[in-house]
């Protein structure tokens, strides 16, 4: 079947370089990401995209009146419609720019709001989605763009593109989020009842986490054998899929996939993932995938151990890095990383596409995932058969005699199991 054709908008993305800011990214690569966030909507076409430095803001306009007359040339040749602004715009400077270069605008949030409504697919997706929107058109008190009224209808409360909220509104929204808010909570009930199902099912859980396009998903598919959608695009993944894997020694673990972080992650969407990231703070084992072959490698690291302080992930959780996609390093570089990876601890280099390093990934998850176990001694009663069948169906039993006193078995178990074993009810 082919996709129906759906509208395309032409889109002009600028990256504001602001001088003052004191977080402020390399100019070259965040254009760059920020083109290749705009190429995550399926209806977008990218016309044009520039870097505009600013020695400083101005409040309403964002930008030098000279600088925005020249920038309306360059839309109008593109004959641009939409204009994406990659940083914070204010709901003043938004309708003002608006009315000047007679186009819709949108900020990074906006925008990444938008590419997380065209992914979601499950009912806990759409449902955090939405709200996160909500939540941002409440704080801007501005009607964001239209898509996400285009594909389901919702969200439209107000009239024209930058027109300001009314108090009636902002109830009006209030009110949608109380009700979001309850239909999440349901989900997230009914989420957690699985999850407590799946804690009686004694495996491990391995969470996968980075930057996005770091190769997640890609490792997933590689190492559970699933088939989970991987493309050279930010934010392929949104909901949350698990695994289970059967180690090379037999250990068992359940690997999970999520979405992937970027800077400046809207804090509207990180409030709204809470519940299904809870997955990864609940992990027994964090693996931050990196791709090591991209020039912002380091800073992407940071923004990602930044976000999973954010979430709560204490900076003693066990984690391991993988440093991904070697095989796109040229030669000395390469050396370069293979060195580095092998001298320290918990860093392991890999290529999700070649299979390269990832036996020893695999060796290292199962090291960190397997509790140490001892041997023990009991002798058990003639009476305590249920005893005996519960060691039997842990599989901890090595042998086992009969003796004057009862039956005596040798078990080798973890601590866990033998704390399970001694609250057995009488
Ligand atoms: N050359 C090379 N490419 C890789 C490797 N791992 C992943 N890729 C490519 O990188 C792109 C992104 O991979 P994904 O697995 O979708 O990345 P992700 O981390 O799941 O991304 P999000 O879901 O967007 O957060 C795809 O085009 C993959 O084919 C690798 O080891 N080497
Ligand atoms: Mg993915």
Request: charged share 30%.
């Amino acid at each position: 079947m082919f996709e129906r054709d759906r509208p395309v908008t032409r889109a002009f993305v600028l990256h504001p370089d602001l001088k003052s800011d004191r977080h402020r990214r390399d100019a070259d690569p965040a254009l760059e990401e920020a083109v290749s966030l705009a190429a995550a909507l399926p209806d977008l076409n990218v016309v044009g995209a520039e870097i505009v430095r600013l020695p400083k803001l101005h409040p309403g306009m964002l930008f030098g009146k000279g600088k925005i007359a020249e920038l309306k040339v360059r839309i109008k040749d593109e004959a641009a419609e939409l204009v994406l602004i990659d940083g914070h715009v204010t709901p003043v400077q938004q309708r003002n720019l608006e009315k000047e270069w007679g186009v819709k605008l949108l900020d990074r949030t906006g925008l990444i709001l938008e590419i997380f409504s065209d992914r979601a697919r499950t009912a806990e997706g759409v449902l955090q989605v939405e709200m996160a929107a909500l939540s941002y058109q409440r704080t801007r008190l501005v009607r964001a763009w239209t898509h996400l009224e285009r594909q389901r209808g919702g969200l439209g409360f107000v009239g024209g593109a930058g027109e300001t909220q009314n108090e009636a509104d902002r109830r009006a929204i209030d009110l949608q989020l109380q009700s979001l808010k309850a239909q999440l909570a349901k989900v997230v009930k009914t989420r957690a009842l699985h999850r407590a199902a799946r804690a009686k099912v004694p495996y491990p859980i391995v969470a996968l986490v980075g930057y996005t396009n770091a190769g997640k998903s890609t490792l997933f598919n590689r190492l559970t054998g699933a088939d989970v959608f991987a493309k050279d695009m930010l934010f392929a993944t949104l909901d949350p899929t698990m695994r289970q894997i059967d180690l090379p020694h037999g250990d068992k673990i359940i690997m999970s996939d999520t979405v992937g972080f970027i800077s400046d992650l809207p804090t509207e969407l990180v409030a709204a993932f809470r519940a299904t990231l809870e997955e990864v703070l609940d992990a027994d084992l964090i693996v931050h995938v990196r791709d090591i072959s991209h020039p912002q490698s380091t800073e992407q690291s940071e923004d990602v151990m930044a976000i999973l302080t954010a979430l709560g992930v204490s900076d003693t959780a066990p984690l391991l890095e993988v440093w991904n996609k070697v095989d796109r390093l040229p030669d000395e570089a390469r050396a370069g990383v293979m060195t580095q990876s092998a001298r320290t601890d918990d860093v392991f280099a890999t290529s999700a596409i070649t299979g390269e390093g990832l036996d020893a990934l695999l060796a290292a998850i199962t090291e960190k995932t397997r509790d140490p176990r001892t041997t023990e001694t009991l002798t058990l009663g003639f009476d305590a058969g249920r005893e005996r069948a519960w060691l039997f169906d842990a599989g901890v039993v090595t042998s086992e005699e009969q003796t004057e006193d009862g039956t005596r078995l040798e078990v080798f178990w973890t601590a866990l199991q033998k704390e399970r074993f001694s609250r057995l009810p009488e």
